[in-house]
């Protein structure tokens, strides 16, 4: 049986943040485009992020603005604008976690000299706060603790926001095969090769995914892998968003969450998540409650349960194998590879890829959905939803 014929002006594959706003912003600006993804939506670095809209400071602790913290910055001014309903891409319905973080150092003369380089950030300088102003968990905490206006979200709340709004054209199925053509490719998908879209640019935007789809598409983007050992406590805690800092570097990172049952998640990372990678779970776990505990002195964690995860930070290739500056977005013909970086860089990627998919385009059809094919959204879960495997902790 042949499969059947579908036409498009752009095709995204992968259903992460990275694709779905691609998605949304190609469609606001009148391009006929589809998406597919294998995986329930966010599946692998979407859900598992922290969902903070990097302002810009963490890329400047070393004590200069560089293209990566500028970039942030800008893009954070952007994200304020959507989740107040303008720039393009409404957001008002995600749910913010909190308008501000805290940064605060760690009581070492290195802390002290990465809370000098916080002070330069761009738009987002941090400002300092008075003692008896701080929320009552830094109240153990010695030194300078500064209030910074950086926003955190909830990542699954930003995907079900984007893909209820684009439904008809989200589908759940398997890359079989990219073909390239003479004016845009023809993608090969379903289990047995049921149905074949003809599109003018297709993007990869796969995470790990892009991998083996640019090895199909012939377009070989050179990847790298940057493992992550995130950390979870959940409990009866109060709600922490902010960093550790020591030096130039981000000793721990908190975000948080609220259970159906009341208690607390804590969703940690930073440099623990950097170190955690090179040890087994136990390890780690004993490791990463210490880092905590030493941050967050004032905090009683006695009765929480802790429990943690690997995820791996997909990017294009760099020669000293470190994160790269900029959120990425390749042409190789028609094909179109991209990775955000960081989920604050994911609006400008989208407007950057969007400017280049309307001078490709040759309209074939309105491409409205998937018609039939479609079978509803899924959407993959957050990491302390599915992957908790940790015994309670005793009293510290």
């Known amino acids: 049986m042949s499969a059947a014929q579908i036409s498009a002006d752009a095709l995204i594959i992968g259903g992460g943040v990275a694709g779905l706003f691609i998605l949304d912003t190609l469609v606001d600006s009148g391009v006929g485009a589809l998406l597919v993804d294998a995986h329930p939506l966010g599946s692998g670095q979407t859900t598992s992020s922290q969902g903070i809209l990097h302002?810009?400071?963490?890329?400047?602790?070393?004590?200069?603005?560089?293209?990566?913290?500028?970039?942030?910055?800008?893009?954070?001014?952007?994200?304020?604008?959507m989740l107040c309903g303008g720039a393009g891409n409404d957001l008002r319905g995600v749910r913010v976690l909190t308008d501000h973080c805290w940064l605060w150092r760690s009581a070492s003369w290195a802390g002290v000299a990465g809370m000098l380089g916080a002070r330069?950030?761009?738009?987002?300088?941090?400002?300092?706060?008075?003692?008896q102003e701080r929320p009552e968990w830094l109240r153990g905490v010695k030194g300078d603790v500064l209030k910074l206006g950086e926003t955190v979200i909830d990542p699954r709340s930003l995907l079900q926001v984007l893909a209820e709004r684009h439904s008809a054209r989200i589908l759940r199925s398997d890359v079989q095969a990219i073909e390239r053509l003479a004016n845009g490719?023809?993608?090969?998908?379903?289990g047995t090769g049921e149905y074949r879209v003809r599109a003018s640019s297709v993007i990869l935007a796969a995470g790990n995914g892009n991998e083996r789809l640019s090895a199909l598409?012939?377009?070989a983007e050179p990847m790298q892998r940057r493992p992550l050992r995130q950390l979870m406590i959940r409990g009866s805690l109060p709600l922490v968003f902010g960093h550790c800092i020591d030096g130039a570097r981000t000793r721990?990172?908190?975000?948080?969450?609220?259970?159906?049952?009341?208690?607390?998640?804590?969703?940690?990372?930073?440099?623990?998540?950097?170190?955690?990678?090179?040890?087994?779970?136990?390890?780690f776990?004993?490791?990463?409650?210490?880092?905590?505990?030493?941050?967050?002195?004032?905090?009683?964690l006695g009765g929480c349960e802790a429990g943690e995860y690997v995820v791996d930070r997909a990017e294009?290739?760099?020669?000293?194998?470190?994160?790269?500056?900029?959120?990425?977005?390749?042409?190789?013909?028609?094909?179109?590879?991209?990775?955000?970086?960081k989920l604050v860089l994911a609006?400008?990627?989208?407007k950057a890829v969007c400017a280049q998919v309307r001078e490709r385009s040759v309209v074939r059809s309105p491409s409205n959905g998937w018609g039939d094919l479609r079978d509803g959204v899924t959407m993959a879960q957050r990491p302390w939803e599915s992957r908790w495997n940790s015994p309670q902790m005793g009293t510290r």
């Open 185 to 190: 490719a023809s993608v090969t998908m379903g």
């Open 55 to 81: 302002a810009g400071v963490k890329y400047a602790l070393a004590g200069s603005a560089g293209d990566d913290a500028v970039e942030a910055s800008e893009a954070a001014a952007l994200w304020s604008e």
């Open 316 to 341: 294009p290739r760099t020669k000293d194998g470190r994160r790269p500056p900029r959120a990425f977005a390749q042409w190789s013909g028609s094909i179109c590879t991209v990775w955000p970086i």
């Open 252 to 283: 721990v990172t908190i975000t948080s969450d609220r259970l159906a049952d009341g208690s607390v998640v804590w969703h940690v990372g930073g440099q623990i998540a950097e170190d955690g990678v090179r040890m087994d779970a136990s390890e």
């Open 217 to 219: 598409a012939d377009a």
């Open 347 to 350: 609006p400008l990627l989208a």
């Open 120 to 131: 330069l950030a761009l738009r987002t300088a941090p400002v300092a706060v008075a003692e």
């Open 285 to 300: 776990l004993r490791y990463g409650l210490a880092e905590v505990a030493s941050a967050l002195p004032g905090v009683e």
